[in-house]
């Protein structure tokens, strides 16, 4: 299977999660705030070893906004959040059994 390649941040993207097996790290971060008129999506990927489902979970505030699965495989996650409000920030989460992914992200982006 192909190494995944992490996308770079594009303008407008409001939150980022990434994960290596190397770092072992998740890593989150909340870029630019969400605007209003804009149609955000998730886009997520992961490799892994073995067969794993991840979860990916996109909160604004304590509100959960936008929830899904992210199968580990050469197939990328394309998932609409509907209820972004402009201003508080967005933080997205992946969660599951980590233990054979080799790498994963998931970001919360505008619809392109």
Known sequence: MAPLVVPTPVLGEVARVDYTQASGVV??????PPQAAVDYVVTASCRATATV?????????????ASG???CGPDIVRDTVGDVQP?????????GDLTDVTAAF???GPSM
């Open 53 to 65: 489902e991840l979860t990916f979970v996109v909160h604004q505030g304590d509100i959960v906004v």
């Open 27 to 32: 890593s989150s971060r909340t870029e630019s």
């Open 69 to 71: 699965s992210v199968p």
């Open 106 to 108: 998931a970001t919360v």
């Open 87 to 95: 201003g508080p920030a967005v933080d997205i989460t992946l969660t």
